[in-house]
């Protein structure tokens, strides 16, 4: 996908006179914390992404710490982030753990809260992967 194709549909203020955390730091709290400081610490890497910083690293203990949490506020956020985390390699392969995260799509398709099955499926009318839809229909 080139520049141009980068749709971005959130845009998030920042102030600028703080200091970003550290990769280390945001992964611990996303690992050890409580939903308080797991959903701050989300809402720090959002920012970053959105300003350009790669993560890497932090992308599976996302999926392994914060996804399987049930709390809204969380799962409002992890929508934001799939929308603008890289899910392809730089040669347009689909990254391996988005079938992790496809996966969740799912259960959260089946969800029995109206709330987040209307809130994933309009993420999904968003996703140009058709890698990840497939599994879905």
């Known amino acids: 996908m080139t520049a141009a194709e980068n749709v971005c549909y959130t845009l998030i203020n920042v102030p600028m006179d703080s200091e970003p955390p550290s990769e280390i730091s945001l992964k611990n709290d996303l690992e050890k914390g409580d939903v308080k400081s797991k959903t701050e610490a989300l809402k720090k890497v959002i920012i970053m992404i959105l300003n350009g910083e790669k993560l890497p690293g932090l992308l599976m203990t996302i999926i392994r710490f914060v996804l399987p ?38 259960k959260d398709l089946q969800h ?5 099955r209307g809130s994933t499926l309009r993420f999904l009318c968003k996703l140009k992967e058709a890698e990840l839809l497939e599994p879905l229909m």
Do not use: S
């Open 69 to 106: 949490l049930q709390d809204h506020t969380i799962k409002k956020l992890l929508l934001v982030f799939w929308e603008i985390v890289p899910k392809t390699t730089p040669d347009g392969r689909l990254l391996h753990e988005m079938i992790l995260v496809c996966d969740a799509y799912r």
């Open 112 to 116: 029995p809260n109206e709330f987040i």
